[in-house]
Every structure is written in C-alpha cells, then in structure tokens.
C-alpha cells in the first residue's frame, strides 16, 4: 500500500553535510516527516512537512536542517549541514494523511531507516 525507502547516510566529521533522500510510493500520503533515534534514546521528531509545504523543525537542527520533496512528491529529503556528533543516530523517514496526523495519531508509515555518524 506505501512503501518508503530511505538512503543517504553515512559518516562526515562535524561541520560536514549529509543529505538523506526517503523514495515514497503507493498510496498518497501527503503529511511526511524524519525523526531520528540515538542508542540509548528516545525517538525524537526531526522535521515535517504537509501537504501545503509548510515545515516545522526541532529546535536543535533548526537554521541546519531543510525538509523538502520533489515536485511529484515521490521523494523525501532531508538537507543536513553544520552537522555535529550529537546528531549522529539512525534517521527514519515517516508518512501518513494529513487528517490522521493533525489529530495527534502516531505516523502510520515508516522507511527502515538509515544510519548518520558524524565524529568530532
């Protein structure tokens, strides 16, 4: 029904770029997101974007990080500059309806995820 597929990453030093890129397919789901998860942490919300391209950002990537997708909105990136080792975790990329997300529910959809080292 929706498939996600992320890919992009891999190791930098600080300061370095990584851009991750989530290929989505299937049914529309138009309400994405990256959240990232740090051994021995909780699963934190990174950035999402809606169906009307309007973004929101964690505090700590904000001004870093950029959301976006393609025109024909199979693709997901995630724009990471000015990276630091506490941004190293393993990054999903998450999709569901709008009307689903905007009433609090949990992302439906998840990529696999794909692992950011960055070393200092």
């Known amino acids: 029904e929706v498939e996600l597929v992320a890919s992009g990453g891999g190791s930098v030093e600080a300061g370095g770029s990584l851009k991750l890129s989530c290929a989505v397919s299937?049914?529309?789901?138009?309400?994405r997101a990256w959240f990232r998860q740090a051994p021995g942490k909780e699963r934190e919300g990174v950035a999402t974007i809606d169906s009307d391209g309007i973004t929101t950002y964690a505090d700590s990537v904000k001004g870093r990080f950029t959301i976006s997708q393609s025109n024909d909105k199979r693709t997901l990136t995630l724009q990471m500059n000015t990276l630091q080792p506490e941004d190293t975790a393993m990054y999903y990329c998450a999709a569901d309806v709008c009307r689903w997300i905007r009433r609090g529910h949990q992302y439906t959809y998840w990529g696999q995820g794909t692992q950011v080292t960055v070393s200092s």
């Open positions: 299937g049914l529309p789901v138009p309400c």
